[in-house]
């Protein structure tokens, strides 16, 4: 199965980072365990309805993804951050179900 947002990323780090294919596949590695800690805390707090939590961890979520060449997955990040700081949980879990399908193949 292809995964459009491995593909933006790896394509993104070669051309940015200029890695090699043996450094891209080693930093892809390291990052994709970042991102599954991040979405894993992500996960909890808004299962536990922690906004602030949520925030944090939403905006360090938005940075990650920006920095991979994710720019339409930050985004989502982003509204998740927003969606808490006015503490209108109504779409938070529905903008985190997608996030997580898109990047399924990176966690």
Same mark, same amino acid.
């Given at each position: 199965m292809a995964c459009e947002q491995l593909e933006i990323a790896q394509r993104y780090l070669t051309d940015q980072l200029k890695l090699n294919p043996?450094?891209?596949? =080693?930093?892809?590695?390291?990052?994709?365990?970042?991102?599954r800690v991040i979405m894993d805390r992500l996960d909890e707090a808004i299962d536990e309805g922690d906004f602030d939590e949520i925030i944090i961890t939403a905006h360090t979520l938005k940075g990650s993804l920006a920095n991979l060449g994710l720019a339409e997955m930050s985004?989502? =990040?982003?509204?998740?951050e927003l969606g808490a700081q006015s503490t209108t949980p109504a779409h938070l879990a529905c903008y985190f179900m997608r996030?997580?399908?898109?990047?399924?193949?990176?966690?």
């Open positions: 043996t450094e891209l596949d =080693a930093f892809v590695k390291e990052v994709t365990n970042s991102l985004i989502v =990040a982003k509204n998740i996030l997580k399908r898109e990047l399924t193949c990176l966690l």
